[in-house]
């Protein structure tokens, strides 16, 4: 599986931005997709997580301003971030973990820049 990352940028703080994770076929199998972040001189981090069930997970850090969710017939996972701060600056990766190979493939990460 190729994971395509996209929709990064330049924003200003307040602002929204929306990432998509578009894989290269459909994903049959029982699977976690989530979205990472890595800043500079830090380790990467989980950001949110959806299973193919449709459950969520979320950091602390995102709760309540950032939204997963995935739409199986595009194949694609989306990040909706709202009420972005500096502290979100980061290149984000996505993933998808597939149970029955215990395989993990990842994206190129896409920069997210927030500041004034």
């Known amino acids: 599986v190729q994971l395509q990352a996209s929709g990064g940028g330049l924003v200003q703080p307040g602002g929204s931005l929306r990432l998509s994770c578009a894989a290269s076929r459909t994903i049959n199998s029982i699977n976690i997709m989530g979205w990472y972040r890595q800043a500079p001189g830090k380790q990467r981090e989980l950001v949110a997580t959806?299973?193919?069930?449709?459950?969520?997970n979320y950091a602390d850090s995102v709760k309540g301003r950032f939204t997963i969710s995935r739409d199986s017939a595009k194949n694609t996972m989306y990040l909706q971030m709202n009420g972005l701060k500096p502290e979100d600056t980061a290149v984000y990766y996505c993933?998808?973990?597939?149970?029955?190979?215990?395989?993990?493939?990842w994206g190129q990460g896409t920069q997210v820049t927030v500041s004034s």
């Open positions: 959806i299973s193919s069930g449709g459950g969520t």
């Open positions: 993933n998808v973990y597939l149970f029955e190979h215990e395989l993990t493939f």
